[in-house]
């Protein structure tokens, strides 16, 4: 039997980590701190896809193998789309999810446009220079007030239009079944077995 090709993810969240072993079966997956890798590299990116390659880039040159890394986001269409790429830090560092979305409770004060939407980048990055990118979309809006207590981030914010109801009162298998991020690896997994074919 042949054996499996190793995927390094650059990532050390087991949440993502079990994401992409489920979906990404035709391979060995390892985390970079598995692997001997743990640095922390800054994300100086403009955009998710950006910051995405800047981890897979690092992950794969720092270990010699193929490398999967994803940012994500939120993106509120009455802020220019904030807090897009700082949505872990919105608060002017890198704070707690409550201290997030107090801030996004103060600008959203007002706003009658409540559409939002979250956004994954995966990139893949090849020891040969070669780069994939995919990216997935899931579709909202933005609540008055925190309902539900499931989930993490901006999750009790945000009322999704697949599922009808917020990400915070969703199960988790319910949230994995719409969320940008399973979208965005199976486009990446579709490319990928294109690219390979």
């Not at 990055?125 to 579709?139: F, K, M, N, S, W």
Request: charged share 25%.
């Amino acid at each position: 039997m042949q054996e499996k090709m190793k995927l390094v993810v650059a990532s050390g969240n087991a949440h993502k980590l079990r994401e992409i072993v489920e979906i990404f079966t035709d391979f060995k997956v390892c985390s970079q701190k598995e692997m001997g890798f743990d640095e922390d590299v800054e994300e100086t990116g403009v955009t998710f896809a950006d910051n995405a390659l800047i981890k897979a880039r690092a992950a794969c040159k720092a270990l010699g193998c193929m490398a999967l890394a994803d940012d994500s986001g939120l993106c509120v269409d009455a802020l220019d789309g904030a807090p897009g790429v700082f949505s872990a830090r919105y608060c002017g560092h890198h704070g707690t999810d409550q201290e997030n979305r107090a801030v996004l409770m103060k600008n959203m004060q007002g706003k009658t446009n409540r559409n939002a939407h979250f956004t994954s980048a995966i990139a893949i990055v090849y020891p040969d220079g070669r780069e994939l990118i995919a990216e997935g979309h899931t579709y909202g809006k933005i609540l008055e007030s925190e309902t539900g207590d499931g989930g993490f981030g901006y999750d009790c914010l945000f009322f999704s239009d697949d599922l009808q109801k917020s990400f915070g009162e969703a199960t988790a298998e319910e949230k994995n079944g719409v969320s940008h991020r399973f979208r965005a690896l199976q486009a990446m997994l579709k490319k990928w077995r294109e690219t390979e074919a």
